[in-house]
């Protein structure tokens, strides 16, 4: 292949997909349904707006991954559609999409998605595939912060109470997500961190367990005192940037508009 055909290449492996710019599009109109109070159903309109920018962020949290793994080495993750930020082109659709989706919706909770199939051996370095895994939390981390920061620091004092509820609950998603990810637990990207730097009897000590990490963990969640430590910390963390938990909690009741 010439050299114009590669970069013609390259440059298509990481065009933003046309769905990526539909759910931008629904996100935007919800929002702005949610703002005006547009529609019979204003509590819908939350829907979409939490569902759309749920699913924008778990975009973003797997393109950080693959994106960090190009500048590691891992050269292959254009031509598998990961830098598209089109979330059809994952490995498993059903785990980094439509399951999180259905957690928020029964749970109120986020899920981490993780399914961009990286080629570890294509990278050298154990700083470089800590960073790897690291790279989705920090983007959920940082979508968190920049949801809160504007509701703590009362620059929406003056905005629709359903539009701050809802902004609200969004961005507990994204501090659900980032403490969920970053527990060193098979399966998450906490573990992901820690893997390289630990030895090979213990990675192949772990290897069996790996595959049950993450219902072993959203069981104890449910089922022990873990759970309430979690919520706790989830709560502590909405607290330091001056966003009271209860809005949240608002928007997760104004988020199931099919209840009464």
Same mark, same amino acid.
């Given at each position: 292949m010439t050299y114009a055909g590669t970069q013609r290449q390259r440059s298509e492996e990481r065009r933003v997909s046309p769905v990526f710019w539909v759910l931008l599009a629904v996100l935007g109109t919800s929002s702005w349904a949610v703002w005006t109070g547009y529609g019979e159903n204003a509590r819908f309109g939350v829907f979409l707006f939490v569902v759309?920018?749920?699913?924008?962020?778990?975009?973003?949290h797997e393109y950080a991954h693959a994106r960090t793994a190009l500048h590691g080495g891992d050269l292959t993750v254009g031509a598998k559609g990961y830098l598209t930020l089109n979330p059809l082109k994952y490995a498993n659709t059903l785990l980094s999409v439509i399951l999180p989706v259905v957690f928020v919706i029964l749970g109120g909770i986020g899920l981490p998605g993780g399914a961009v199939f990286i080629e570890r051996h294509r990278i050298s370095g154990r700083w470089k595939h800590s960073?790897?895994? $690291? $790279?989705?939390?920090?983007?959920?981390?940082?979508?968190?912060?920049?949801?809160?920061?504007?509701?703590?620091?009362?620059w929406l004092d003056s905005a629709p109470p359903t539009f701050v509820v809802a902004l609200a609950f969004l961005a507990m998603l994204q501090v659900t997500a980032t403490v969920l990810n970053l527990i060193p637990v098979p399966g998450f990207d906490g573990y992901g961190i820690?893997?390289?730097?630990?030895?090979?009897?213990?990675?192949?000590?772990?290897?069996?367990?790996?595959?049950?990490?993450?219902?072993?963990?959203?069981?104890?969640?449910?089922?022990?005192?873990?759970?309430?430590?979690?919520?706790?910390?989830?709560?502590?963390?909405?607290?330091l940037l001056d966003v009271s938990p209860s809005l949240a909690a608002i928007g997760y009741h104004a988020f199931r508009f099919w209840e009464g």
């Open positions: 759309s920018g749920w699913v924008v962020s778990l975009c973003l960073l790897i895994s $690291a $790279a989705g939390p920090l983007v959920n981390l940082a979508l968190a912060v920049a949801l809160l920061l504007p509701i703590g620091a009362g820690i893997e390289p730097w630990l030895s090979l009897k213990a990675r192949r000590a772990v290897e069996p367990f790996a595959p049950f990490g993450m219902l072993a963990l959203f069981a104890l969640l449910w089922q022990t005192p873990l759970g309430d430590w979690f919520w706790k910390l989830v709560y502590r963390v909405m607290e």
